[in-house]
């Protein structure tokens, strides 16, 4: 069975990077058959997609964070990362780290399962 | 703002049927698929339906997922207390390059 977990610093301070680990087990995260993605809940804006990779390297971004991120694959731990620049209070959030699936109809990004259990990181100086 | 509109909150009393609807528009819903996820207090979110009508295995057949136009509709029947949680719509907008979530659904279960 496949699992996610999440992990990296609690707290960052503003304008410095929060920088996330997800550990992928039961699985390998070099199947060509999948894309890996970062998603992040708080309160005032719900769910809201970050990014997503293929093992390959092909990655691709929520356009207005695009400038900050940077999603990257390391198939020899089995794991992928998440770096966000320059961030601010307004970047507080349970992030979550997700399979992501491709849709067989067209091709296009489509459901996220299984998800990890998410961790909450609060930008604060 | 979500680029998916979900309404805040549906309830309804226990062995009850209860729909939830994520409107959208032609670049995300009308053409694109939708998944739906449940997210239990406390919980990461939990993946209920994808391909606007497929379940997971695992998953009972309480719930169902359909699509219409630039409209989907999450169904639960049978409700139980254990399905009180919060309820999302996703979906991929082809103009805007993102995967869409609707704002999310809290379900109650008198």
């Known amino acids: 069975q496949l699992q996610l977990q999440e992990s990296g610093p609690g707290l960052v301070k503003p304008s410095e990077t929060l920088s996330l680990t997800c550990s992928v087990s039961?699985?390998?995260?070099?199947?060509?058959?999948?894309?890996w993605g970062w998603i992040r809940q708080s309160p005032g804006r719900g769910l809201e997609w970050i990014g997503s990779?293929?093992?390959?390297?092909?990655?691709y971004y929520k356009p207005s964070l695009k400038s900050r991120v940077t999603i990257s694959v390391d198939t020899s731990k089995n794991q992928f990362s998440l770096k966000l620049y320059s961030v601010s209070a307004a970047d507080t959030a349970v992030y979550y780290c997700?399979?992501?699936?491709?849709?067989?109809?067209?091709?296009?990004?489509?459901?996220?399962?299984?998800w990890g259990q998410g961790t909450l990181v609060t930008v604060s100086s | 703002q979500s680029v998916l509109t979900q309404p805040p909150s549906v309830s309804a009393a226990p062995g009850q049927r209860v729909t939830i609807s994520c409107s959208g528009s032609?670049?995300?819903?009308?053409?694109?698929?939708v998944s739906w996820y449940q997210q239990l207090p406390g919980n990461a979110p939990k993946l209920l339906i994808y391909?606007?009508?497929e379940r997971p295995s695992g998953i009972p057949d309480r719930f169902s997922g359909s699509k219409s136009g630039t409209s989907a509709t999450l169904g639960i029947t049978g409700l139980q207390t254990g399905d009180e949680a919060d309820y999302f719509c996703?979906?991929?907008?082809?103009?805007?390059?993102?995967?869409?979530f609707g704002g999310g659904t809290k379900l109650t279960v008198l």
């Open positions: 997700a399979r992501h699936f491709m849709s067989v109809h067209n091709g296009s990004p489509n459901w996220f399962d299984p």
């Open positions: 039961g699985g390998s995260i070099s199947s060509s058959s999948y894309h």
């Open positions: 990779l293929h093992y390959s390297g092909n990655t």
């Open positions: 032609s670049s995300n819903i009308g053409g694109n698929y």
């Open positions: 391909d606007n009508n």
């Open positions: 996703g979906a991929w907008d082809s103009s805007l390059n993102v995967v869409a």
